[in-house]
């Protein structure tokens, strides 16, 4: 677990994912959780030995990162998901602000994960935890790495966690995104003021100019590269060739051998982002 201010903690999971604690003089607030029920037992118990407080709420940077067992074995009073996680289980009201320091939200509820009751916001809502010495963890809602992807930030403190908008030193998996919207969020990023330290999705933690320009220099690439294959009539499958170009260019060392299962786990996923490129593109072109 690493300390990132003196009541914001980070951990790498066993699958790269980065995760995140705000601990508050009477409750605590998690970011993201590990995939593994087993390693969110573990990341339950390592929060425990910091503080004794109980789990107020889980915030989801995106609904793929949502575990019904790793969110059951954290015993958290509600998990904070955007609306748009819901759009194909339930018309879900929508909860703009939380902001007691005392109470748990009475509603909106818009079902249960893991037996744990879900809360659902819109455009933005706040948790405030502690009563003298009050902590605002704010949740905005992003949309383009995926239609339900948020920021999560302490406020005044210059931290925000990104979930997948951002990855640092693997490409980021363009198969759910409005990548136009996405490009635009990382530009505002990078000339954010407010914000000092952006804590990836994947990868170390770092300046935000940085790390923005990581993912946004692997969308222009590979962005690029399928523009080109669109406007010579080529058909979508030969998307599958850009893959070793782009993996042996912006794959973590340890998955750009093909005898790596790193590799084969990722270079599936570039793959998928660039048939959604594609499409995209392709739409576009129709336009």
Same mark, same amino acid.
């Given at each position: 677990?690493?300390?990132?201010h ?6 790498t ?10 601990? $508050? ?33 889980v915030?989801?940077?995106?609904s ?39 109470d ?18 819109s ?9 003298k ?9 992003? $949309? ?13 403190? $210059? ?12 490409p ?9 919207s996405?490009?635009a ?14 804590v990836p999705?994947?990868?170390p ?22 523009k080109a294959?669109?406007?010579a ?14 993996m ?31 499409d995209?593109?392709q ?5």
């Amino acid at each position: 677990m690493k300390k990132l201010h003196k009541n914001v903690f980070c951990q790498t999971t066993s699958d790269g994912a980065n995760i995140g604690c705000v601990i $508050g003089e009477d409750a605590v607030v998690c970011i993201d959780l590990p995939l593994d029920p087993a390693e969110a037992r573990a990341w339950r118990a390592q929060i425990g030995e910091i503080s004794d407080h109980p789990i107020r709420a889980v915030i989801f940077t995106a609904s793929d990162r949502m575990n019904d067992e790793s969110l059951a074995a954290m015993n958290a009073s509600a998990a904070v998901l955007h609306n748009a996680a819901f759009a194909h289980v339930v018309a879900v009201p929508v909860e703009p602000m939380w902001s007691s320091p005392f109470d748990l939200p009475p509603a909106p509820v818009a079902g249960e994960f893991g037996g744990t009751p879900s809360i659902s916001f819109s455009d933005a809502m706040s948790i405030v935890l502690g009563a003298k010495h009050t902590v605002f963890v704010d949740v905005a809602f992003q $949309g383009g790495y995926s239609p339900d992807a948020c920021f999560v930030t302490l406020r005044d403190s $210059g931290i925000v966690f990104t979930g997948d908008h951002v990855a640092v030193g693997q490409p980021p998996n363009l198969s759910k995104g409005n990548l136009e919207s996405w490009q635009a969020i990382l530009v505002n990023l990078k000339k954010s003021r407010i914000v000092t330290t952006v804590v990836p999705g994947r990868g170390p933690a770092g300046e935000p100019a940085k790390c923005a320009e990581a993912t946004l220099d692997y969308i222009k690439s590979a962005t690029l590269r399928v523009k080109a294959l669109v406007r010579a009539g080529r058909d979508r499958k030969e998307v599958a060739a850009l893959v070793p170009d782009l993996m042996a260019l912006y794959a973590p060392k340890s998955a750009r051998s093909k005898s790596s299962p790193a590799y084969e786990l990722l270079s599936q996923e570039v793959r998928a982002g660039l048939e959604h490129l594609y499409d995209e593109l392709q739409t576009q072109n129709q336009t």
